[in-house]
């Protein structure tokens, strides 16, 4: 008889907490950039179109990658009343999962070489999300743990082999990039339908990514993803 009344108590307080936690999904995509700094040449600044590398200019273009992940969301309702909720409903909430993301950047020396780079981020997000009716506002850190790296190099066909190996370019390699990259986040959402929302998000590292002396390296990205709410689905 005990053991009913304890499964009972422990059904009732599920029930209890499962009504102010959402479980969800999320798949998008991502423009994704860097910054280069060399300390020697620290004078570079903003609007400039040339980053650098040991002191050597490098052209930097985005990237266009993707992610998707898992949501977990612990909520507070901040209705007053059922009635007030109705009219206006308003949430707080406690934001993290585990998401997949693919981030990388395109760099073109002075040879014109090109570096395609992928690095593949395992992403933990622990957001601070306030929601207004179907608007919602989050803040907060992201630990990026990087998982794999590659990259694909391309010459053109301007230049002779011979002019490049007279001046030959840095490689790019994953022995070069730190495993951690903490980001700051923000951005925006929208409900579109029940559970189903579309967001877009700020991503920029708040410490160098690379182990080089003497350089500066940064990620800075923007997301756009779907994310959809499977509570209604359990």
Do not use: C
């Not at 400039?48 to 309702?77: C, K, M, Q």
């Not at 790019?172 to 990039?177: D, G, H, I, T, V």
């Amino acid at each position: 008889m005990k053991y009913k009344i304890l499964f009972y108590l422990l059904l009732i307080t599920y029930n209890s907490f499962s009504q102010n936690i959402n479980f969800g999904l999320s798949v998008g995509t991502g423009l994704s950039n860097q910054t280069l700094r060399s300390e020697s040449n620290s004078s570079t600044g903003a609007g400039v179109e040339w980053n650098t590398i040991g002191g050597l200019p490098y052209r930097v273009d985005s990237y266009l990658g993707y992610n998707a992940g898992l949501i977990l969301e612990i909520y507070f309702d901040l209705s007053t009343d059922p009635v007030d909720e109705k009219i206006i409903s308003r949430k707080i909430s406690l934001k993290t999962g585990i998401n997949y993301s693919s981030q990388g950047v395109v760099v073109e020396d002075v040879n014109m070489t090109r570096f395609e780079n992928n690095l593949t981020y395992l992403q933990i997000p622990i957001l601070i999300d306030f929601k207004i009716q179907k608007f919602n506002f989050f803040i907060g850190p992201q630990i990026h743990l990087l998982q794999d790296f590659s990259t694909i190099e391309s010459r053109s066909s301007n230049l002779s082999s011979n002019a490049t190996s007279q001046n030959p370019g840095f490689k790019f390699e994953k022995k070069y990039f730190l495993e951690n990259d903490p980001n700051f986040v923000f951005g925006l959402g929208y409900e579109i339908y029940d559970g189903l929302s579309l967001q877009i998000k700020s991503l920029r590292s708040l410490q160098n990514i690379t182990n080089i002396s003497g350089e500066q390296w940064k990620n800075r990205s923007f997301e756009l993803t779907v994310n959809y709410i499977l509570n209604n689905l359990l």
